[in-house]
């Protein structure tokens, strides 16, 4: 497609359930990033997978999250046994590269509100 | 560790109103810097990025310039309408092959 696309684009979950999060990121985009945007608090980082190689985890709050990306397209984030403070708007965001020269496009977001 | 900090909204201004928003970084190496956009109900949108020291982004009348000496990316735009009201983002990336740092994000408001 023309852009990242996301769903669901709205989810609401019952506290203690498991939620998955879907990433369709643009054909041929080298990486793939989750990001997650919290009232207040900007955006943070949550993993980032490119190529092959195993992806970067470091910016996962907990073992409760966790995230996949088969055949280097579509990326899936999971979390488990959802809290309230997980309510956010969920990001994904796909890279570009042309040599020095780089770009993300980012996804509308997944909002989602634990109750 | 990598990092951006930008000024705290709201920020409230009338139409035609000269915008400034100021953005400082602190990176190990030579990031790349930018600015993303989000209207309301959309998502983020890159507005303007500039790659190494004094290189000057440019987009939709805003326009921002990489300061090394100061570590700056300050926004600015002469005359602010009110379609620009939306969150603006600084952000850097130290290389490709990271993620992008953003900062918390300020939210303008144009009014008439």
């Known amino acids: 497609g023309a852009g990242v696309s996301q769903s669901p684009s709205n989810k609401v979950t019952e506290k203690g359930k498991d939620v998955e999060l879907r990433c369709d990121p643009i054909?041929?985009?080298?990486?793939l990033y989750w990001y997650r945007q919290s009232l207040g608090q900007g955006l943070e980082f949550l993993i980032y997978?490119?190529?092959?190689?195993?992806?970067?985890k470091s910016g996962l709050p907990s073992d409760r999250f966790s995230a996949e990306r088969t055949g280097g397209s579509v990326s899936t984030l999971t979390i488990q046994r959802t809290q309230q403070e997980d309510s956010a708007v969920y990001l994904c965001?796909?890279?570009?590269?042309?040599?020095?020269?780089?770009?993300?496009?980012f996804g509308s977001g997944t909002r989602l509100t634990v109750v | 560790g990598d990092s951006v900090t930008q000024m705290e909204g709201p920020v409230t201004l009338s139409e035609e109103a000269f915008l400034t928003i100021n953005c400082t970084y602190t990176?190990?190496?030579?990031?790349?810097l930018f600015w993303y956009v989000q209207y309301p109900g959309e998502g983020l949108q890159l507005l303007l990025k500039?790659?190494?020291?004094?290189d000057k982004g440019s987009n939709k009348g805003f326009e921002a310039t990489y300061r090394k000496e100061t570590t700056s990316f300050h926004l600015e735009k002469g005359s602010v309408q009110v379609s620009d009201s939306a969150v603006y983002f600084c952000?850097?990336?130290?290389?490709?092959?990271?993620?992008?740092?953003f900062g918390k994000g300020t939210s303008l408001l144009v009014t008439p």
């Open positions: 965001a796909s890279r570009f590269d042309r040599g020095e020269y780089y770009g993300y496009t």
């Open positions: 054909s041929g985009h080298t990486a």
């Open positions: 997978f490119q190529g092959n190689s195993a992806p970067d």
């Open positions: 990176a190990t190496g030579y990031p790349s």
């Open positions: 500039a790659t190494k020291a004094d």
């Open positions: 952000a850097l990336s130290v290389t490709s092959g990271y993620a992008l740092n």
